[in-house]
């Protein structure tokens, strides 16, 4: 299977069907929605420049430019294998994805937006454990650990074939890398997933699944498949498995699910030095993730992109 089921059916050959963001102006010309990707991709080659030696500025540019044509034209949808070396921290890799929009917006994420890059070292002297909840294919986690290259390093992902291409990444490269094959939640038990081949938005909250999926504009309705039932884990029983009595950063990209947890018990939070998550303001309260963070003794740090990076104060 190289698409999602009705791919061929719901997207033209040629479309700008998905230039368009929810987050948009009423009214945002095609036109507009045009610069702005090629503003992006302006921003990603400068980026590339900035942060890599040539070969890797050139061959996360082109990938780039992949991606933002795929935006503009046809969506890349295969599930085919690319691995590419890139050169992080003074780190070598090989990295693998899938060619499909979503992998490589991962990508483009983490290797030159930079969104977990963080002086996290600044905030706990030592980076000896790295829990990374949603690790998708693991490129955030082997981000991480060039950063933290004698750190050890945990991946929760409850999605078949992205986990998959983690053990390929982990593979591929020399870090400490554990990988759980579960969702993480408030309680632990069995849950609906609903997966999607916008790998990266699979979720576990209903809301969430339903507003994406519902969407005409977005990838996820063509993309999607058919709901499954997943093992979930708490933090709590993760840090109990692994023997892990402090986790120096913690990241957290779960779609939604960080709503249930932030407002179950939060003695876990006894234990995290740094907190990096995602909070899809779209979909759930931010207020109460934030205000659950500071009973804590966290306070948020500045940071760029997507993320709220939280840190003790």
Known sequence: MTHGPEIGRQVPFVT?????????PNGMSTLAALRREVGELATDI??????YGTEDALRLAGWSLAYHVGMSVHPLVSRKLKTVPITSNNTSMQVAFRRNQSDIYILREVFLEGIYDFPY?????????????????GLAALSLAAQHPNARVLCVEPVDENVRM???????????????????DAVSGEVTLFPNEWWSSSTITPNVASAREGNPGRMEQPLALKPQPVKAITIDELSMAYGVDQIDVLKMDIEGAEANIMAGSLDWLDRVGVLIMEIHRRYVEADPIIAAMESKGFTRAR?????DVFVRT
Do not use: Q
């Open 16 to 24: 700008t069907k998905y230039l368009h963001r929810e987050a948009d």
């Open 166 to 184: 983690l053990e390929i990444n982990r593979a591929l490269n020399g870090f400490d890398i554990e990988v759980t094959k579960a969702a993480v």
């Open 46 to 51: 400068h980026r590339a420049r900035s942060k």
């Open 121 to 137: 070292s600044e905030h706990v002297p030592k980076v000896r454990t790295i829990v990374d909840l949603g690790a998708n294919i």
């Open 303 to 307: 940071h760029h992109g997507p993320c």
